[in-house]
């Protein structure tokens, strides 16, 4: 019987992730909260847009890198036998951009409404409900504009 390392994008994600995880364990979490997570983010900061791509290798906890891990060599070997490392890499590497962005995208917008929410009950001369409605009508009009962009392409 003979290993073949049949799977390399997805069985050397899945080594990274666990080594990942060792090396969290070893320094109590504070290289994934530094470098594999999508939260904090920081426009400004460099690394939260490395962090964009890197948070996929981040867990938690081991059960949850566990869980995950089953569910990839599970099924991730036979897609990558089916459609190509390339083409897997290139699938895994779009998957954690817009995952990235949206978790980050999401967070902000809780935490905009949520101060704006709490900022309207002080007493001041501020409307802070134009701007939530502002943030609301915003997120609508792009995703509306989007959209639109993406059925035009699609045309």
Known sequence: MKIHYNAPVILTFSLIAFAVMMLS????????????????????????????????????????????????????????EKYGSNTMLIMMTITALFTGIIVTFIIIVALFLGKEFLASFKPDTISQFAHILGGICGCIFGFIHTERKQRGRKS
């Open 25 to 80: 364990t070893f320094t109590g979490g504070m290289t994934t909260t530094l470098l594999f997570t999508a939260w904090p983010s920081d426009l400004f900061n460099p690394l939260s847009y490395v962090r964009m791509f890197t948070h996929v290798l981040g867990h938690i906890s081991w059960e949850h890198l566990f869980g995950n891990l089953t569910l990839i060599l599970l099924i991730g070997p036979l897609l990558e």
